[in-house]
Each structure stands twice: as structure tokens, then as C-alpha cells.
């Protein structure tokens, strides 16, 4: 298969060139922002800085490895960034009251399943659309915040949590990228190799299909929201741990990142198509997008403005490249 | 580019040189296809030998990447359908692209849609009266403001028959009309092109139904892997001539059923009941092979619907192996080992945009697992071997459904599920669209999964099919079950096509 596709390099024509623009056009992208950024910056390529995209990226990547599972399935989830605000506030809670970090960890991972369990039970069993609940949802989610919070911020001055978000392993690499790194492959496993992914491409591709071929399309769908209010969990974990505080207000608009990581990653929006390694490519695109705005100093006013352009065009790139009749 | 204006008084179409390749798939190879004026003209060849290519280039839908096309005797070029239609050119999509939410009515006039004078406000009382009357001349009894998504796959192809036929068009390019149309309807759409000719209307006709060519074509063209080998008159020319020109050997075009021991009950319905159909009795035997026939919306697609639970059954028992069971939905019953080829395989059949593996293994996936994982190997393996036994034709099994010929995505839907090698199998339309090889080639298969003990059911608007493939034959008329015809009364010739025939009509 690989060789294949090296051999036709070479000689390929108009139609080969296409296909492989579509599988890995992307890659070139993410290289050619590599070498633009490297040149023009002469800081970009110090390792402290290499890390630390990688660490900001962490944090998106995990979120954009549970919406991709909706995402392909035909969903989509607007819940997640308030469900980091629920997991940081629900961390501060047990870690004040017990300080056992594990159980606040858990905790943290079991509320924000659980609310991915909702959301997928509401969409599967009454046949709403996942936009509408989970922008609902989200409401809820991020009030519950505030009220066991009592809508308050307050430090967690526990250094040992912090790690999880500013540690190294071997002082050398942060263990938010070993979080993602592991997530990563659990996600790769998930959706490549075992039934339960088929059945995720299935159900996206043509929900008809799938069930007319026995696939539980209820317990499909609803396992796609569960995996993404866990992800969120995770990702919560390390939002809390790297600010080392519990805050009811972060985690807003974190779905605009995961979902542009997934859809430049080459995730389809109609769903059925998609790939967990290009949906890493365009976790860490954007998280050179970023690092780059920063070091060529736009403010970040403009950063914004840059980050809904370049969704644009990732979008529009992906409709140009994926045209399909 | 030679000069043509001397044949132009004869010639309608005439495309000269066409090539079309997608990646390393060379669809159309040099091809010359010329057709006379006014005449029913009938393009044969294997699955994925270029066929639907060439006419999406006609009407614009893909661009030949060589070739010039001579339509009317001008040089022709068309960016799109709508083009095409303007230009003089319809055609029936072989795949049909309904929108559900339209009516009837809509449906056959979108882009062409009647307006208050000037205005840019839709008459919506002239389309459909427009469209009544459409209905009425093909003698169709709908009304035109029922929405696409309620009708069946030959009430939509209809629809796209009249469609095509409405727009005035010089030519008209007919892609496997038939293929999910039962008898009746066929000879109205015979009748259709008959009068179509009468007026000076040339039309490419497109089937693997052999016998459909003779009945309705003067002349023909034969492609084979994306190269022209042959045309002329059908005067000239017999079945097994056509067959070996497509195939480029000898292929037995009669069904090879091989008779087999017929053991126990293993399938058996009573009294079901649902929307479309009453009271519908009947058992299937263990290496049996039970065909229903009956007009289209007959309820032999709703029973078998209903039976495999997706469509609710409103009163009725089904037995397996001899115990009550109750399917409440697809999973159940393959779970219990039936499956079922759904008729429908745009819809229900395929998730177009994934690989061909993924397809195949979708419903067997159980089977293929290595603990927790799939065993990709295997699967791998698996999938090319049934591919392989039916003859798929494609650049390797991650191609996308999408990129097969529609006779090949048929094949892919039945090796899903022949590979599940249930107790019970339902074949609706099994043989929807797939060519004459391949079809003594499925027939064949059915055969030995029957001899295997499979239990086999069979539906299909195919009269020469269903009589030359079953054990027995039940015959639906308006929803119920009339009438029994066994193999012996067929073979020994008390039985014959006006017997069904006469029974589906309601005797
Ligand atoms: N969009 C596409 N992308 C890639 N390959 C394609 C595409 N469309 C057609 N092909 C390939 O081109 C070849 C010819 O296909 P075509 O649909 O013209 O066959 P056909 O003669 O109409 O067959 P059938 O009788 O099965 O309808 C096939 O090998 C098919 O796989
Ligand atoms: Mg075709």
C-alpha cells in the first residue's frame, strides 16, 4: 500500500495527485508551517519552545480526540468546554475536602462522563439534534459549576496536583503530552482497530446502513458523547492542575479549537469520514498557528480574527479538496 | 478531427476517442460509440466495463480527459445536466438521487418549476396539474403532491422515467431503467419508448436484462474493460453472440440451479400482518430456495422488510428452527442468523464514502475478532476472498464503495452478507443491475449455500430468475398470498410465466 503510493509520486497525474492531496495534503501543510516558521522566527525551534506548543496543545488535542468520535458519528458536541469548568470546580471541591488527588482525578472524569451520557441518551433516544442539546446541555453543565462552587475561583496551593499540568517526565518532557500521547493511541485503537469504531464510521456514514446491517446504532451514538465527556474530563484535569486553581468561568469556546482541530484534520462534517492521525496533524496546526501568532507578535485581539479566518479556509480547503459527487 | 457533415443526416450521436481514467482506473480506453437517429439504440457490456462513464460524460457530469462527442452533427460540450437538457439530452441516473423532502410533482419539474407570469413566485397549481397529468398518461395513480421519501425504489424510478422523458429531450439515455421494476411497469415503459420513438426521440438503452434488448432495441454496442468491440444491428445477432462479445468467452446464461436434498422446517411465518401486507403464511425448508413473485408494491419487500424488523409487524408469529422468536429490529434478527439483502442498496446497503473491506465485514465483524480487536488480517483475507468468488471488480478492496459500478456495489452488498453465512437468507432483488457473468455466478452460490442447508429466500421482479432459481413460488397479489407454484409444475410444463403472471394480476 505505502509503496504504491510512493511510486506514483513521481509520474502522478491530475486525478492520483488529488487522492494524495486528500490523505496527506494536510501533512504537507503542518511541514510547511514548520519550515516558515522556523526560518522567519529564529526562537521557534529552542526546545523550550517546542515544548511548550506541545503542552498548549495537549490540553486541545485531548478534547479534539473525543469530539472526533461525535464528529464522525454524526454528532457534534458544544458541551465540552463547559465541562472543563465543571471538572476544575469538581477537583477544587474534593481536593479541599479529602486532598486526595486520584479521587479528585476520578471525580473530575466520572461527573463529565457522565454528562456525555446524557447527552448522548437524550440525542439517541429521542432523536434530537446533538447541536441543539448539547448547546443546552451546556448551560447546564457550566451552572452546576457555579453552584457547587458557589460561583467562586479559588487556588488549590497543592503542588503536587499542579504536576500533572506543569511536570516533566525525566525533566524533560511535560506530562501533558504523555496524556495525549496515551490518549492518542487509546483513540487510534478505538476507532481503527476494534468494532466499535467501525460501527462509529457506520453509523455516520449512513445511519440506514448501519442499522439495517445490525449495528446498535442507539449504543453507538451514545458511546460517541460518552467518549468526549471523558475526554473532557481528562482534559479538565490537566486545565486545572496547569492554572492550579478551581474556576467555575474557564473551558469557554475550547469546542471552537477541538472541533477546528478535527474538521482540519481532515474529519468530514457530514460525518462517516475521518482519522485519528490527521486529526492529531491538526491539533498541532493549530498549536502552531498560535505559537507562531505569538512569536511574530500579533496581539491577540487579532489572534482571534486569525483563528475564525484560518477555520475558514481549513473548512473550505477541506470542501475543495474532499469535492464529492 | 475528421469532417462528419456528410453522416450527419444518420448519425445523432458520435463520440469519437473518449478516455476517462479515475487514478490508475482506465474507465473508458479510445472508445468510438455512434448512434443512428430515432432508433432504440442498446449499450451492453460487463459491470465496470465504462457504460454509466461514458454517459455521465455525455450529459456533462465528468469530463472525458480525451475525446470529441458530435451531437446533431455540431460539435458537443456540456458542463452539466442542466446543460445537457438544454442542449437536447436527458437521462435515468442508474443510481437514483431523490430528494426525499420534495413532492412528486417538484421532484419531476425541479429547475424547470412554473411561475406566476414574470414573477419570480412558484405556480404551484400548474406544476402539479402539469405533473397529474404526466401521472396519468403513464397510467401511475399517485397524486403529485406526496413527498418522494414515501415512495418504493420503482414508484422513485418511475418517477425519474417520467422525469427524463419530459423535458422534450432529442435523446434520452436510459441507464438500467428497469432494474428494480416488475413486469407490469416494464411493458408500460416499453410502451413509453415505442411512442418516444414514434416521435422521431433517439434513446441509449442500457440493461443487463438480455431479453429486455431484444424486445425493445434495433441496435447495439458492445464495450468491454473500457474498450468498443463491437455494434450493429440486433437483427443480426443472438443472445449467446451478445453474451461472448461482453464477456469475451463462453458464459452460460441459464441459471445452473443444482437441485438438493430439501430437509426440515427451519423458517416459518403465520398470520403476519403489517403495512402493505395481510396474513402472509408460508415455511422455508432447510436447502430450500423460495421465491416470491408479485408486482412491484405487491408486499413481498414489506413482508421481508417486517420479518427482519424494520418495519413493525402489526399482528403474525415467525418460527426458527421450530421456536417462536421476536425481531424487533435488524440486530435481533441477525443475531438469530437471518439476513437480509435489502433492494435498496444506496440506502440501506452501502456506506458509500468507506472502503469496500469495511462494507463486507460491517455485519461479520463478530466473527473476526482477535479478543478485543479486530483481526485485520483475516478480515482482510476474508473480504478478498468473497470479493474475489463474486467477482468484484475494483482496484483493491480500500477503494471506496462510491467508486464501484453499480452492478459492482450490488456485488459488495451480497458478499456482506453471504459471508455471514446465515441459516436464514432474504435476497431482495439479489441480482439488481449485476450482468449476465456474474449473475450464473450468484445463482451458482445460492445453489451451494442451499446444499449447504441454507434456507433461502428469494425476491425479485425477474420473472426468468425467480422461476429458474426457486423451489417453489409463492405469488403476492395486492398484499396477500395468491397462489403456490412448485418446481415440478414448471419443469414439466403445466406452470409457465401467464400462470405467475395471471396470478399476480389477481387471476
Ligand atoms: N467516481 C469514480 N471514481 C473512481 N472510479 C470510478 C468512478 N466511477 C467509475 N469508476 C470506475 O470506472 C469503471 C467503469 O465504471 P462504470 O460505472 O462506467 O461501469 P458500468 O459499465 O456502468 O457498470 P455497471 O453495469 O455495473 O453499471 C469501474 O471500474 C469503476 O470502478
Ligand atoms: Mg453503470
Request: proline fraction near 3%; charged fraction near 20%; aromatic fraction near 8%.
Amino acid at each position: 500500500m505505502e509503496k504504491a503510493n510512493e511510486k506514483k509520486i513521481l509520474g502522478m497525474d491530475q486525478h492520483d495527485l488529488s487522492l494524495f492531496m486528500k490523505r496527506y495534503g494536510i501533512v504537507f501543510i503542518m511541514v510547511g508551517m514548520f519550515l516558515i516558521l522556523s526560518v522567519s522566527s529564529p526562537n521557534f525551534l529552542k526546545i523550550n519552545n517546542i515544548t511548550n506548543v506541545f503542552s498548549t496543545v495537549a490540553l486541545n488535542g485531548v478534547l479534539a480526540m473525543g469530539m472526533v468520535f461525535v464528529i464522525t458519528a454524526g454528532g457534534i458536541d458544544l458541551s465540552i468546554g463547559s465541562m472543563l469548568a465543571l471538572a476544575s470546580t469538581t477537583i477544587g471541591i474534593v481536593l479541599q475536602a479529602t486532598g486526595n488527588i486520584p479521587l479528585a482525578c476520578i471525580a473530575a472524569i466520572i461527573i463529565c462522563t457522565f454528562f456525555g451520557l446524557l447527552n448522548g441518551l437524550l440525542i439517541a433516544k429521542f432523536d434530537m439534534f446533538p447541536f441543539v442539546v448539547t448547546l443546552a446541555s451546556q448551560l447546564v453543565i457550566r451552572g452546576l459549576g457555579y453552584v457547587i462552587s458557589g460561583g467562586y475561583s479559588f487556588a488549590l496551593a497543592n503542588p503536587k496536583f499542579s504536576k500533572i499540568g506543569l511536570g516533566k517526565l525525566w525533566n524533560a518532557i511535560p506530562y501533558p503530552i504523555l496524556i495525549l500521547f496515551g490518549i492518542t493511541i487509546l483513540a487510534f485503537i478505538l476507532l481503527h482497530q476494534t468494532k466499535f469504531g467501525r460501527y462509529i464510521y457506520a453509523v455516520g456514514g449512513n445511519i440506514n446502513a448501519a442499522t439495517a446491517s445490525g449495528v446498535n446504532v442507539f449504543w453507538t451514538r451514545v458511546g460517541s458523547f460518552i467518549i468526549s465527556g471523558f475526554c473532557a474530563g481528562v482534559a479538565g484535569i490537566i486545565m486545572t492542575a496547569r492554572i492550579n486553581a478551581a474556576q467555575p468561568n474557564i473551558g469557554i469556546g475550547y469546542e471552537t479549537d477541538a472541533i477546528a482541530a478535527c474538521v482540519i484534520g481532515g474529519t468530514s462534517f457530514a460525518g462517516g469520514i475521518s482519522t485519528i492521525p490527521g486529526t492529531l496533524v491538526g491539533i498541532i496546526i493549530i498549536g502552531l498557528i498560535y505559537n507562531g501568532m505569538n512569536l511574530l507578535g500579533i496581539s491577540s485581539y487579532w489572534q482571534t480574527i486569525c483563528k475564525g479566518l484560518i477555520i475558514i479556509g481549513a473548512v473550505m480547503l477541506d470542501t475543495i479538496i474532499n469535492k464529492k459527487r | 478531427m475528421p469532417e462528419k457533415k456528410q453522416e450527419t443526416n444518420n448519425i445523432i450521436l458520435d463520440c469519437q476517442g473518449m478516455s476517462k481514467s479515475f487514478g490508475g482506473t482506465h474507465a473508458l480506453k479510445d472508445v468510438t460509440f455512434q448512434v443512428k437517429k430515432g432508433q432504440v439504440h442498446a449499450l451492453l457490456g460487463e459491470n465496470g466495463a465504462g457504460k454509466s462513464t461514458l454517459m455521465k460524460i455525455i450529459i456533462g457530469l465528468y469530463k472525458a480527459d480525451k475525446g470529441t462527442i458530435f451531437f446533431e452533427g455540431k460539435p458537443y460540450q456540456v458542463n452539466g445536466p442542466a446543460e445537457a437538457i438544454r442542449a437536447g439530452i436527458s437521462m435515468i441516473h442508474q443510481e437514483l438521487n431523490t430528494e426525499p423532502y420534495l413532492s412528486i410533482a417538484e421532484s419531476i419539474f425541479l429547475n424547470r418549476e412554473d411561475v406566476h407570469g414574470k414573477s419570480p413566485f412558484l405556480n404551484k397549481k400548474e406544476t402539479n396539474r402539469k405533473a397529474a397529468e404526466l401521472l396519468r398518461q403513464f397510467d401511475f395513480n399517485l397524486n403529485p403532491k406526496i413527498l418522494m421519501e414515501e415512495l418504493t425504489l420503482a414508484q422513485s424510478q418511475m418517477i425519474e422515467i417520467i422525469k427524463a422523458v419530459s423535458c422534450n429531450a432529442r435523446l434520452v439515455i436510459m441507464d438500467e431503467p428497469t432494474s428494480s421494476l416488475d413486469s407490469e411497469e416494464t411493458g408500460r415503459l416499453f410502451r413509453t419508448i415505442r411512442n418516444l420513438q414514434s416521435q422521431g426521440v433517439t434513446i441509449i438503452y442500457i440493461s443487463h436484462r438480455m431479453e429486455e434488448i431484444f424486445q425493445v432495441c434495433d441496435s447495439y454496442s458492445v464495450f468491454r474493460d473500457g474498450v468498443f468491440v463491437n455494434s450493429g444491428e440486433l437483427t443480426e445477432v443472438t443472445t449467446g453472440d451478445l453474451i461472448s462479445m461482453m464477456v469475451g468467452r463462453k458464459v452460460e446464461s441459464v441459471f445452473p440451479k443444482v437441485d438438493c436434498e430439501i430437509g426440515e422446517v427451519v423458517f416459518k411465518v403465520e398470520g403476519l400482518s403489517g403495512k402493505g401486507f395481510r396474513d402472509i403464511s408460508f415455511e422455508v425448508h432447510r436447502g430450500e430456495i423460495l421465491g416470491l413473485s408479485g408486482l412491484v408494491g405487491s408486499g413481498r419487500s414489506e413482508t421481508m422488510r417486517g420479518i427482519f424488523g424494520m418495519d413493525p409487524l402489526t399482528s403474525g408469529k415467525i418460527y426458527l428452527e421450530g421456536k417462536e422468536i421476536i425481531i424487533k429490529n435488524p440486530r435481533d434478527a441477525i443475531n438469530k442468523g437471518i439476513a437480509m439483502i435489502n433492494e435498496d442498496r444506496k440506502n440501506f446497503g452501502l456506506c458509500l464514502f468507506r472502503s469496500l473491506r469495511e462494507n463486507v465485514s460491517l455485519p461479520n465483524l463478530r466473527k473476526l475478532h482477535k479478543g478485543t480487536l479486530i483481526n485485520q488480517n483475516k478480515e482482510k483475507t476474508e473480504v478478498r476472498d468473497i470479493t474475489g468468488q463474486l467477482r468484484v471488480k475494483t482496484a483493491s478492496i480500500e477503494a471506496d464503495a462510491f467508486s464501484l459500478s453499480g452492478g459492482n456495489q450490488q456485488k459488495v452488498v451480497l458478499s456482506k452478507w453471504l459471508m455471514s453465512k446465515p441459516k436464514v437468507l432474504i435476497m431482495d432483488e439479489p441480482t439488481r443491475g449485476v450482468d449476465v457473468g456474474a449473475k450464473s455466478e450468484i445463482h451458482a452460490l445460492m445453489s451451494k449455500f442451499a446444499a449447504e442447508g441454507m434456507a433461502i429466500i428469494v425476491v425479485s421482479s425477474e420473472l426468468p430468475e425467480i422461476m429458474g432459481m426457486s423451489d417453489r413460488i409463492l405469488i403476492y397479489h395486492e398484499g396477500r398470498l395468491n397462489g403456490e407454484i412448485a418446481r415440478e409444475d414448471i419443469l414439466n410444463g403445466t406452470a409457465d410465466q401467464e400462470t405467475i403472471l395471471a396470478k399476480e394480476f389477481g387471476e
